[in-house]
């Protein structure tokens, strides 16, 4: 089997686009899988996380994965975060550092996957952050990772994958799994009967979480929402056939065109962000003046 893929962007249209090739091959088994990337001129890099996740779901099928007629410039992108590696292609050197590498996790990699969170957030381009606001911003990301753990209950790992775009003055991180998805998790634990669309904005809501027991959930992306609103930034959320966007301009949400297993996370930081940010119980009222 030969499929084509197009260009694909941190955007509804590149979702579409992978999950199609999902959809595509979800009856294959045993048969030798093509991926064509000749029509491919742009692939944004944070976006091998839910590609490497669909990949790995086609192939643990017991499929045979090849990419071909990879261009130029995409094989470099593709090479220099390790993606390639996983398909036979040698990795290249990241002379600038603007990749965050490729990297699938078991879901008892959470010492692991909080290194990396820390080699994220020593980049140039995050913005200034209190010592008090990083500590909680790692803690916001490491929750989609426990998240896919406990919520999710995927058993097929977590990927992630992320690209700092300098002349865009902007940095993509992505995470994704291959679990339930948060449309199954929200209904089973709430009763309520929602669409996929209404369940990711249901589990962004205040203090809205399906965890039990003392500790609270739900809190990790409500304060990541807060700070990509004051950064003008953007975080987009994909589960079963909903897609959620919060950007500078509106939030909205639209249906995919065929369900997406698990969820995908995609935060994008504002690097031309000038500002210094702290948690406001660190402000103290006497030095605001």
């Known amino acids: ?21 999902l959809e595509q091959t979800k009856d294959c088994a045993f048969e030798d899988i093509e991926i064509d990337l000749a029509c491919v001129t742009w692939f944004e890099a944070n976006m091998c996380a839910p590609f490497g996740a669909i990949l790995y779901n086609i192939g643990r099928r017991i499929n045979s994965i090849k990419i ?30 603007t990749t965050i590498k ?15 969170i820390d080699r994220l957030l020593t980049k140039s381009g995050i913005p200034r952050m209190s010592c008090g606001l990083l500590k909680k911003f790692r803690e916001s990301i490491f929750e989609i990772f426990s998240n896919a753990v406990i919520h999710s209950k995927t058993e097929l790992g977590i990927f992630s994958c992320g690209q700092e775009f300098p002349k865009k003055k902007r940095i993509d991180f992505s995470i994704a799994d291959l679990g339930i998805g948060i449309r199954q998790n929200v209904n089973k634990n709430t009763g309520y009967n929602f669409t996929a669309e209404e369940a990711i904005k249901w589990a962004l809501e205040g203090r809205n979480t399906t965890k039990r027991g003392p500790i609270p959930g739900g809190l990790g992306l409500k304060l990541l929402q807060e700070f990509i609103q004051l950064n003008k930034g953007r975080i987009q959320i994909v589960s079963d056939n909903g897609y959620w966007e919060l950007s500078p301009r509106r939030v909205w949400t639209k249906g ?5 297993p698990g969820t995908v996370v995609n935060i994008e930081i504002n690097t031309a962000d000038e500002i210094s940010y702290c948690l406001s119980s660190e402000i103290n009222p006497q030095n605001i003046f």
């Open 68 to 97: 071909t007629n990879i261009n130029p410039n995409v094989k470099a992108i593709l090479s220099k975060n390790g993606f390639l590696s996983n398909y036979g292609r040698a990795a290249m050197r990241d002379i600038y550092g």
């Open 256 to 260: 995919l065109s065929h369900p997406c």
């Open 1 to 21: 089997m030969k499929i084509s893929l197009g260009n694909i962007q941190s955007d509804l249209g590149g979702f579409n686009r992978l999950i199609t090739l």
């Open 102 to 116: 490729y990297k699938r996790f078991d879901t008892k990699d959470d010492r692991f996957f909080g290194l990396y």
